[in-house]
């Protein structure tokens, strides 16, 4: 069951410019939101988190917001860096009883 | 490296075999996570250890799949009688949280994963 989406496989953005990545959940009950990181032959990293009782968190370059109504995550990397070129999950996590992640989204950041 | 580390890192095997990775978690982490993660999909939440303590199995994907933290460090996974089906990738991450931190809300630290394949 697909609880956590990540409808973009893909994503290219020239360096210096914005990131946008997107996540969707269908679980309402989800109430704490992370983002990973991913580079070849590594574990993922975390990056950032938000809990559900805030729409914003921001952390230097990155930036994760959550709007609840939509049931809708964004990540966003401003500016885009190469290093960031990687695969970026977003996860979602219910009172601490699971944690569902998306698929993936591949950003490429191009020089 | 003061990283995770998961051994072997590859694993080919055939169906019907049995197969056992083993994760060494950040030095004095509390906590312990298995994933597994198929092609094109993002990690699975299997089980999770409190030191040494089991607390949550139920995720686990069959009777076939056990988990063990004998001394509340290092861990292991093993599968019983190999399925194709079970080819992936199983990720072992650790985190040592504030007193209080909900399981999944804390910073976990992922290993580079063994990966599996079963022919």
């Known amino acids: 069951d697909q609880q956590v989406k990540q409808n973009s496989p893909s994503l290219s953005v020239q360096e210096g410019r914005i990131s946008i990545l997107n996540c969707d959940y269908t679980?309402?009950?989800?109430?704490?939101f992370l983002w990973y990181k991913k580079y070849p032959a590594e574990g993922p990293t975390f990056l950032i988190s938000?809990?559900?009782?805030?729409d914003k968190n921001e952390d230097g370059r990155f930036t994760v917001f959550l709007n609840k109504s939509a049931k809708h995550l964004s990540l966003h990397i401003v500016p885009s860096q190469p290093g960031d070129s990687a695969v970026y999950f977003c996860a979602a996590s219910c009172a601490g009883h699971d944690m569902r992640f998306g698929a993936g989204t591949r950003l490429t950041v191009k020089p | 490296d003061t990283g995770v580390s998961q051994d072997p890192r590859h694993k080919i095997t055939k169906r019907g075999q049995n197969v056992t990775f083993r994760c060494d978690p950040i030095s004095e982490h509390n906590r312990l996570y298995w994933y597994r993660q198929t092609l094109g999909q993002g990690p699975e939440f299997l089980t999770y250890?409190?030191?040494?303590?089991?607390?949550?199995k139920s995720r686990l994907l069959s009777d076939r799949f056990s988990a063990e933290r004998p001394k509340g460090s290092f861990s292991t996974l093993e599968i019983q009688r190999t399925e194709q089906g079970d080819s992936a990738m199983y990720l072992c991450?650790?985190?040592?949280?504030?007193?209080?931190?909900?399981?999944?809300?804390?910073?976990?630290?992922f290993g580079p994963g063994t990966r599996l394949t079963v022919l």
């Open positions: 991450a650790s985190s040592s949280p504030p007193p209080g931190t909900g399981l999944h809300t804390d910073t976990q630290y």
């Open positions: 938000i809990s559900s009782i805030k």
């Open positions: 250890f409190q030191n040494e303590a089991q607390l949550e």
């Open positions: 679980n309402s009950m989800f109430d704490y």
